[in-house]
């Protein structure tokens, strides 16, 4: 007997609608699972056996064959289980053929004693779903706070197969999936708030301009200058992810299965810190079936490179193309797969390799020192616009009153932001750093004693035609910020000593 139910798979971050068909022969007993499945979609059938017998149901002791359709598209995980589960019972008589709810689309992992468990990737699945016209989905019951906010289509939730078998047979009903939206501010928060972190008032300053235009920056200081803290503290003062963004990072964050359980939708940008070990695979993605990297997670959130010169050449080589386009293009024999990968990218370093220069405890020599700091330079280093030399703590700056907050913060950069999407609107990018370098005249406009500073300066130090449109954009940021239309000589005096001449 032949039958048929519906389910999803993932590209990328993706959902594909399914087809799962199924056909009852004679032959020697056996489940065969085709359509391009990887391994997890063959052991599917182990799964999916166990998992109906346990449930008080009898396999036929035929040949079942399982077509998985489109059979062009490589398919894998485990969300298939339940799809795979309801169209062998429904082929073999078990599930009525008739029924009004067969046109449900089932998406979940089955344990072997028939419980459905919580299963990555379900929300950009549902959404694909959603798009291409059927409205009706069961997923895990587990996975129901990452859907529930949905408003569109009909989402249930199941945490046993015979519950959807009864479900879909009209037996049994099934909750829709609740909106159980934690209210803002609750959950895991790792975020560091500005006012907890002592002195680096410079440094703090930086990164208020650097988040403001979207401007990449490196930090150089000693250890315990307090570089890891205030790059944690940096999806503080971004203005909270806008609802489509929203949608956007939670549905990859539920593909790389790292959602936490209770979580809804993430409000918050997301924080990667990647070890400098990390391969170029795990930094930008990759692997048989593409997975996201480290810098689609850290999409329209901060990725942040700690200890920056001991990342491998080929790591920090993988990020160029990503951080230039916004996208990860994974290129694979099967696919060629692309992820989002617009973040905000902040470097930490050494001063040299024992960290303490320039003071007199520094045992290293000069070429040690120029070797480590060269580990920095080359094409990646172009992507930063912003830099900022940070010294140790003094007893000063630990006894120093608490200095503003990240809200307060948060409230400057989101004004300055507002301003750039005013000024870009139509024109396919946000932020200061982004406009092309032909379009700077353009949108930046000098009050006489700027531009004086910058001739000077242009050729007194001797800058490079990059450097001088780097400093044109980091100054009108600073200019964005204080709310002025014109950039001023303080903004771009300012903007000159965020330059990188300490790794001249
Ligand atoms: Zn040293």
Same mark, same amino acid.
């Given at each position: 007997? $032949?039958?048929?139910?519906?389910?999803?798979?993932?590209?990328?971050?993706?959902?594909?609608?399914?087809?799962?068909? =199924?056909?009852?022969?004679? &032959?020697?007993?056996?489940?065969?699972?085709?359509?391009?499945?990887?391994?997890?979609?063959?052991?599917?059938? !182990?799964?999916?056996?166990?998992?109906?017998?346990?449930?008080?149901?009898?396999?036929?002791?035929?040949?079942?064959?399982?077509?998985?359709?489109?059979?062009?598209?490589?398919?894998?995980?485990?969300?298939?289980?339940?799809?795979?589960? =309801?169209?062998?019972?429904?082929?073999?008589?078990?599930?009525?053929?008739?029924?009004?709810?067969?046109?449900?689309?089932?998406?979940?992992?089955?344990?072997?004693?028939?419980?459905?468990?919580?299963?990555?990737?379900?929300?950009?699945?549902?959404?694909? =779903?959603?798009?291409?016209?059927?409205?009706?989905?069961?997923?895990?019951?587990?996975?129901?706070?990452?859907?529930?906010?949905?408003?569109?289509?009909?989402?249930?939730?199941?945490?046993?197969?015979?519950?959807?078998?009864? $479900?879909?047979?009209?037996?049994?009903?099934?909750?829709?999936?609740?909106?159980?939206?934690?209210?803002?501010?609750?959950?895991?928060?790792?975020?560091?708030?500005?006012?907890?972190?002592?002195?680096?008032?410079?440094?703090?300053?930086?990164?208020?301009?650097?988040?403001?235009?979207?401007?990449?920056?490196?930090?150089? &200081?000693?250890?315990?200058?307090?570089?890891? #803290?205030?790059?944690?503290?940096?999806?503080?003062?971004?203005?909270?992810?806008?609802?489509?963004?929203?949608?956007?990072?939670?549905?990859? !964050?539920?593909?790389?299965?790292?959602?936490?359980?209770?979580?809804?939708?993430?409000?918050?940008?997301?924080?990667?810190?990647?070890? !400098?070990?990390?391969?170029?695979?795990?930094? =930008?993605?990759?692997?048989?079936?593409?997975?996201?990297?480290?810098?689609?997670?850290?999409?329209?959130?901060?990725? $942040?490179?700690?200890?920056?010169?001991?990342?491998?050449?080929?790591?920090?080589?993988? #990020?160029?193309?990503?951080?230039?386009?916004?996208?990860?293009?994974?290129?694979?024999?099967?696919?060629?797969?692309? $992820?989002?990968?617009?973040?905000?990218?902040?470097?930490?370093?050494?001063?040299?390799?024992?960290?303490?220069?320039?003071?007199?405890?520094?045992?290293?020599?000069?070429?040690?020192?120029?070797?480590?700091?060269?580990?920095?330079? &080359?094409?990646?280093?172009?992507?930063?616009?912003?830099?900022?030399?940070?010294?140790? #703590?003094?007893?000063?700056?630990?006894?120093?009153?608490?200095?503003?907050?990240?809200?307060?913060?948060?409230?400057?950069?989101?004004?300055?932001?507002?301003?750039?999407?005013?000024?870009?609107?139509?024109?396919?990018?946000?932020?200061?750093?982004?406009?092309?370098?032909?379009?700077?005249?353009?949108?930046?406009?000098?009050?006489?004693?700027?531009?004086?500073?910058?001739?000077?300066?242009?050729?007194?130090?001797?800058?490079?035609?990059?450097?001088? !449109?780097?400093?044109?954009?980091?100054?009108?940021?600073?200019?964005?910020?204080?709310?002025?239309?014109?950039?001023?000589?303080?903004?771009?005096?300012?903007?000159?000593?965020?330059?990188?001449?300490?790794?001249?």
């Amino acid at each position: 007997m $032949f039958a048929r139910a519906y389910s999803a798979t993932l590209v990328g971050i993706e959902g594909i609608p399914v087809s799962v068909e =199924v056909d009852i022969a004679g &032959g020697l007993p056996c489940i065969e699972i085709i359509g391009l499945g990887d391994a997890s979609v063959r052991e599917a059938k !182990h799964r999916v056996r166990s998992a109906i017998r346990n449930s008080g149901y009898e396999l036929p002791a035929r040949r079942i064959v399982v077509n998985l359709a489109p059979a062009g598209i490589h398919k894998e995980g485990s969300h298939l289980d339940l799809g795979i589960a =309801v169209g062998i019972l429904r082929a073999s008589g078990k599930l009525p053929l008739d029924i009004p709810r067969s046109d449900y689309v089932l998406l979940g992992e089955l344990a072997l004693d028939g419980e459905i468990r919580r299963t990555p990737g379900i929300l950009p699945m549902v959404l694909s =779903v959603i798009k291409n016209g059927r409205r009706r989905v069961v997923t895990p019951q587990a996975n129901q706070a990452e859907v529930g906010w949905l408003e569109d289509g009909e989402v249930r939730t199941a945490s046993r197969l015979e519950e959807v078998v009864r $479900f879909l047979s009209g037996t049994g009903d099934l909750p829709a999936a609740e909106n159980k939206m934690p209210p803002e501010g609750s959950g895991e928060d790792t975020t560091v708030d500005m006012a907890d972190i002592r002195g680096q008032e410079a440094a703090k300053r930086a990164l208020e301009v650097a988040v403001s235009g979207g401007h990449n920056i490196l930090m150089i &200081g000693s250890p315990g200058s307090g570089k890891t #803290l205030l790059a944690r503290a940096i999806p503080g003062i971004m203005p909270d992810l806008g609802p489509d963004e929203s949608v956007e990072v939670t549905a990859i !964050h539920s593909v790389a299965g790292i959602l936490p359980p209770e979580a809804g939708l993430m409000k918050r940008r997301p924080f990667r810190a990647p070890h !400098h070990t990390v391969t170029p695979q795990a930094l =930008v993605g990759g692997g048989i079936v593409p997975k996201p990297g480290e810098v689609t997670l850290a999409h329209r959130g901060v990725l $942040f490179l700690d200890e920056m010169p001991h990342f491998s050449r080929a790591a920090l080589d993988a #990020l160029r193309q990503p951080l230039e386009e916004g996208v990860a293009t994974v290129v694979r024999s099967r696919a060629r797969v692309l $992820f989002p990968a617009r973040c905000f990218l902040v470097g930490a370093a050494n001063p040299c390799p024992c960290g303490k220069f320039p003071s007199d405890d520094c045992t290293c020599n000069e070429r040690a020192r120029r070797n480590y700091l060269s580990r920095l330079s &080359g094409p990646l280093l172009d992507r930063f616009d912003v830099f900022v030399e940070m010294s140790p #703590l003094s007893l000063g700056d630990l006894e120093s009153s608490p200095g503003e907050t990240s809200a307060v913060v948060r409230k400057r950069v989101t004004r300055a932001r507002m301003r750039q999407v005013e000024r870009f609107s139509g024109k396919g990018f946000l932020t200061n750093s982004q406009i092309p370098v032909k379009d700077i005249s353009r949108y930046v406009s000098l009050s006489a004693g700027a531009k004086k500073l910058l001739h000077r300066s242009f050729n007194e130090l001797g800058l490079s035609a990059r450097a001088y !449109h780097k400093i044109l954009k980091v100054a009108l940021s600073i200019a964005d910020l204080d709310d002025s239309p014109r950039v001023e000589e303080a903004h771009v005096a300012e903007a000159l000593a965020y330059r990188d001449c300490f790794l001249l």
